[in-house]
């Protein structure tokens, strides 16, 4: 029993060095992953010796909110990423793309709770626009589904991601799509992700006439445009709030356009 405690430690400890920058969603998630793998007189002699929530005390004592253990790792430098509370050990610099690396992982582990949903929404959007839909083959690295609608002979193609911040990484292999085309990312917990995609890749998203992005509220289910407007009206119409969002991003283009001139004049 004795040995139990620094075992689950151990293994956590290792996927923490491997990484370096966590998410507080990752890191309850691996912990997860090592209490349920124990038997159940396992968690019974662990619930006991640490005398409460077992998950969350370890937490605690990885992220420096009470003394745990000799055995537990050190995670207690809280940084905030594109709206995450991220966790650092107190000796490592920490580089930029860990944390990016950390924020994609990120979106990876929440996307299989939300896909179906985002998913759902934009097929049911183009059904109420008479749109006829069907699934095809990914044409794009990276996306999780890739959806044909047609109406009439107007096509559009749309492409679901986990997250806007794997967008970048497609932009160049969008432009050979030449139908009309729509990436759709589930919403974020803050504005940052889709704020910071804008400040970096504005230029290369206003050369792609034929691209819209459209976010998904998975806790209503609904679709808001972000970036480009439908031709399609009918589209246009059950759309959620399409003034408002597009208000909204067009706000947050300015924003990004005045801080990358003080970048660049700094």
Request: glycine share 4%.
């Amino acid at each position: 029993m004795e040995s139990l405690l620094p075992k689950v430690l151990g293994n956590i400890s290792s996927y923490l060095m491997k990484y370096r920058a966590v998410s507080a969603e990752e890191l309850m998630w691996k912990i997860d992953q090592e209490i349920d793998s124990l038997t159940e007189e396992e968690k019974k002699k662990l619930a006991k010796l640490l005398e409460g929530d077992v998950k969350q005390m370890i937490f605690e004592g990885i992220t420096g909110k009470i003394r745990l253990s000799v055995f537990s790792p050190d995670m207690h430098v809280q940084l905030n990423y594109l709206g995450e509370v991220f966790y650092t050990p107190p000796t490592h610099k920490y580089m930029p793309d860990e944390l990016e690396k950390g924020f994609k992982r990120l979106a990876n582990l929440r996307f299989p709770m939300v896909s179906q949903i985002a998913e759902d929404a934009v097929k049911d959007l183009m059904h109420r626009s008479g749109y006829e839909v069907s699934d095809v083959q990914p044409g794009i690295p990276g996306s999780s589904k890739t959806i044909k609608a047609v109406k009439d002979n107007h096509e559009l193609q749309l492409f679901i991601f986990p997250s806007i911040v794997f967008v970048a990484e497609i932009l160049e292999a969008l432009k050979g799509v030449t139908a009309e085309h729509v990436v759709v990312v589930p919403s974020e917990k803050s504005p940052a992700p889709f704020v910071n995609f804008i400040r970096e890749n504005m230029d290369k998203v206003k050369e792609n006439v034929k691209m819209m992005i459209w976010v998904v509220n998975s806790l209503e289910s609904t679709v808001s445009p972000f970036m480009g407007t439908p031709g399609d009206k009918e589209i246009w119409k059950n759309l959620k709030d399409p003034e408002r969002s597009l208000k909204a991003s067009q706000n947050w283009i300015k924003g990004a356009v005045r801080s990358k001139v003080l970048d660049e004049d700094f």
